[in-house]
């Protein structure tokens, strides 16, 4: 199953699947309470005005995580986007989560991706962030737009946020055996710009 963000302001949409925003949940919980994060892969449209999202990997293993910092490694990421790029996928951003905080990305992160969206290496001019934040009991995500002018833009998921909330965290309760949460679901991706 795959789902719609949309930003009206840059014209884009992106779609991730269920699956992928699972996998992001699990990670965090996982980690839970030291940040983590991971790179987002997946394909961009022949005209450039869609972002399809097909996975959200794992922190590499030299990566470096407290209660409040999160330096993502790079080993392995290289021979896993090169086997990626044979079949159509490239690098399209970062996933990162924010343990007992909120999903909005902080000044690092934001200057982080500005960073990616400005070197020639990355070849990513408009890196897109998913940030996770909370705890396993009570996640909260949203998805943002970094590009090389320093715009961040949220993008928004038109409907059924509640249905696709509890669908990923149950899953990645499932998945990590956890117990359900006491707490109603919380809201999925935010409606607001930044």
Known sequence: MTNSFHSVTLSITVEIGVSVLTRVIALSA???PKETGGILIGRISDDGRAAIVLEATAA??????????????????????????????????????????????????????LAIARSPKSQCPEPL?????????????????????????ELERPCQRKSLTESALSVAYDVLSLREPQVPFPSFLRTSYI
């Open 30 to 32: 996982k980690a839970h």
């Open 60 to 113: 590499p293993p030299d990566s470096k995580s407290t209660r409040t910092s999160f330096y993502r490694g790079t080993k392995g990421l290289q021979k896993l986007l090169t086997e990626r790029w044979s079949c159509g996928e490239s690098y399209l951003g970062e996933w990162h989560y924010h343990p007992n905080g909120s999903g909005d990305p902080s000044s690092p992160d934001v200057f982080q991706m």
């Open 129 to 153: 962030l998913v940030v996770c934040g909370g705890n396993p009991d009570d996640i909260e995500l949203r998805l943002f737009l970094i590009n090389n002018v320093g715009v961040c833009a």
